[in-house]
């Protein structure tokens, strides 16, 4: 099999078919990134309202927002809330000043998947956000994750880790094949090649021989793929392949068209006859001299 275009990323039409979501979630970002950068100072002035278990820890972001020890705690203060509204305003704030950390975008869509939509800060707005967008309270949930995974991997788009947590939310939300195998691509025209990809060319080998979407085929196809990339656990997919491959037939692991292409070159020059074997005939070879 011949993939030697495939490479360990997405072909360009795969790329060229998600332009326009990752256009969609750079303006995201840009938009987010000027309103989040005044986060800080509107939480101040919510907070001069009335008193705020939080205050105190604003007042360390407001005197050095350079201070990552104080932003952790303001975190660790707020997630105690449990209060979504004042949460992601916390983190917007954050990672409009620290936007590299992927591990606080995954923080954040987690925050957002646990507390939901209307469990925390102003459910009677979340539920009219919901109906305005005619969307179900877990659609909107799932929605707004799937937003603050957008910003982040547009934020840090080559962070192997991002992409696969990305990845596992769009699979645990039963999305239909063909958009998570579009996400997974997305992903590896980004990192595929990265030394450390391994855990995406998992998580998507997973989903293509467990989810009930792929095919054998297309598990073989993966794995050919991921064999003509230099990773670190590289001997591990040759493993995986050759087990895989293993007692199936042919036209189970190789698509159609490839297995025609195979074919016709075999015809077209077929390999020499064995040379006869004399113990088969029976004939005993000469003694040496």
Same mark, same amino acid.
């Given at each position: 099999?011949?993939?030697?275009?495939?490479?360990?990323?997405? %072909?360009?039409?795969?790329?060229?078919?998600?332009?326009?979501?990752?256009?969609?979630?750079?303006?995201?970002?840009?938009?987010?990134? $000027?309103?989040? $950068?005044?986060?800080?100072?509107?939480?101040?002035?919510?907070?001069?309202? +009335?008193?705020?278990?939080? @205050?105190?820890?604003?007042?360390?972001?407001?005197?050095?927002? $350079?201070?990552?020890?104080?932003?952790?705690?303001?975190?660790?203060?707020?997630? *105690? #809330?449990?209060?979504?509204?004042?949460?992601?305003?916390?983190?917007?704030?954050?990672?409009?000043? &620290?936007?590299?950390?992927?591990?606080?975008?995954?923080?954040?869509?987690?925050?957002?998947?646990?507390?939901?939509?209307?469990?925390?800060?102003?459910?009677?707005?979340?539920?009219?956000?919901?109906?305005?967008?005619?969307? %179900?309270?877990?659609?909107?949930?799932?929605?707004?994750?799937?937003?603050?995974?957008? *910003?982040?991997?547009?934020?840090?788009?080559? =962070?192997?880790?991002?992409?696969?947590?990305?990845? +596992? &939310?769009?699979?645990?939300?039963?999305?239909?094949?063909?958009?998570?195998?579009?996400? &997974?691509?997305?992903?590896?025209?980004?990192?595929?090649?990265?030394?450390?990809?391994?855990?995406?060319?998992?998580?998507?080998?997973?989903?293509?021989? #467990? =989810?009930?979407?792929? %095919?054998?085929?297309?598990?073989?196809? #993966?794995?050919?793929?991921?064999?003509?990339?230099?990773?670190?656990?590289?001997?591990?997919?040759?493993?995986? &392949?050759? @087990?895989?491959?293993? +007692? *199936?037939?042919? @036209?189970?692991?190789?698509?159609?068209?490839? #297995?025609?292409?195979?074919?016709?070159?075999?015809?077209?020059?077929?390999?020499?006859?064995?040379?006869?074997?004399?113990?088969?005939?029976?004939?005993?070879?000469?003694?040496?001299?």
């Amino acid at each position: 099999m011949d993939h030697a275009n495939d490479g360990g990323a997405a %072909t360009a039409a795969d790329v060229a078919s998600n332009a326009n979501a990752t256009a969609v979630a750079v303006d995201t970002v840009a938009n987010t990134a $000027s309103a989040a $950068s005044a986060a800080t100072a509107a939480a101040s002035a919510a907070a001069a309202a +009335g008193p705020c278990p939080t @205050e105190a820890y604003w007042q360390s972001v407001r005197a050095d927002t $350079s201070d990552f020890t104080a932003w952790t705690q303001l975190i660790a203060a707020t997630e *105690r #809330l449990n209060d979504l509204a004042k949460l992601c305003l916390v983190y917007d704030a954050f990672l409009a000043e &620290f936007p590299l950390c992927y591990g606080y975008w995954k923080k954040y869509a987690d925050a957002e998947a646990r507390l939901g939509a209307g469990t925390g800060g102003d459910a009677s707005a979340a539920a009219a956000d919901a109906a305005a967008r005619n969307l %179900t309270s877990a659609n909107l949930t799932s929605a707004r994750v799937r937003g603050v995974y957008e *910003r982040g991997v547009a934020a840090i788009p080559y =962070s192997v880790d991002l992409w696969t947590h990305y990845c +596992g &939310f769009a699979i645990d939300q039963r999305q239909d094949g063909e958009s998570v195998r579009g996400l &997974f691509e997305r992903g590896l025209a980004y990192v595929g090649t990265d030394w450390l990809a391994h855990p995406l060319w998992d998580k998507y080998i997973d989903f293509e021989a #467990l =989810s009930g979407y792929g %095919t054998p085929a297309h598990v073989a196809q #993966l794995y050919t793929r991921v064999l003509q990339v230099p990773l670190k656990q590289l001997h591990k997919y040759w493993t995986g &392949f050759c @087990e895989y491959v293993s +007692g *199936r037939e042919a @036209e189970a692991v190789v698509l159609e068209e490839e #297995l025609r292409t195979i074919t016709a070159e075999v015809a077209q020059d077929p390999p020499p006859p064995l040379a006869p074997n004399a113990a088969d005939n029976g004939a005993e070879e000469p003694a040496a001299a």
